[in-house]
């Protein structure tokens, strides 16, 4: 089974497709709140889905980190008026220290197509 790499870099790929799975790389936006970041993440996944041939009814599973778990509920009034209502995915969310104190939200994706 092939392997394909999106946004390809020396250190890491955006999205890597094996079969019918792609695993996103964790993403982040900027902003200045949680919730605005959180729009943008969801932005860039819905884009890299749409690359990947897919769409977020066929996400199998998210987990999210945030620098703050303070900011949970911001994060989720956002993820839920985006997030497919008949197709919700597996989720964890846990607080962490992300890659740079900028960013308040990260966001990685496993889903299916065919």
């Given at each position: 089974m092939s392997i394909e790499r999106l946004d390809k870099g020396r250190r890491m790929s955006e999205a890597v497709i094996h079969g019918n799975t792609?695993?996103?790389?964790?993403?982040?936006?900027?902003?200045?709140?949680?919730?605005?970041?959180?729009?943008?993440?969801?932005?860039s996944i819905d884009s890299l889905l749409a690359r990947a041939g897919t769409d977020k009814s066929r996400i199998l599973s998210a987990t999210i980190w945030l620098s703050d778990i303070a900011n949970f509920a911001d994060m989720n009034a956002v993820w839920d008026a985006w997030v497919d209502q008949e197709n919700p995915p597996a989720r964890a969310t846990s607080e962490g220290k992300l890659a740079a104190p900028k960013y308040l939200v990260e966001i990685i994706i496993v889903a299916a197509r065919d």
């Open positions: 792609i695993y996103l790389a964790g993403q982040v936006a900027e902003g200045a709140d949680v919730a605005s970041q959180t729009r943008g993440v969801l932005a």
